[in-house]
């Protein structure tokens, strides 16, 4: 890339990040009440992306060689249980990779 693509890129990147930020205020304003279909995929997105995230995870797992899965499944239990424990998602995203780090690089 020469130093004009950059720039250009570096701007298209800046705008989408703006429209992005803003353009949610500019569509849902304060003083109108937000439509039930964006509270519903408020509600839903979190949970479909971080079940998104589990499947991809697990999608070149091998369970009948190597490790057998045996990380990524203690991993995956902790996971669980340190969300109903704390039911933060940051705390249980944060918590199993952590788990996961350490039972890889100093257990298996």
Known sequence: ??????????????????????????????NK???KYIQTLGKILP???????????????????????LPEMISFIFIIILHYWKKNMLVSIAGGTICYMMLVQLVF
Request: glycine share 8%.
């Open 47 to 69: 949970s479909a992306a971080l079940g998104m995230l589990a499947v991809y995870s697990f999608k070149d797992v091998s369970f009948v060689t190597g490790n057998h899965g």
């Open 1 to 30: 890339m020469n130093l004009t693509q950059r720039i250009i890129t570096i701007l298209m990147v800046i705008m989408g990040t703006m429209m992005t930020r803003f353009l949610p205020f500019l569509i849902f304003r304060q």
């Open 33 to 35: 009440p937000t439509p």
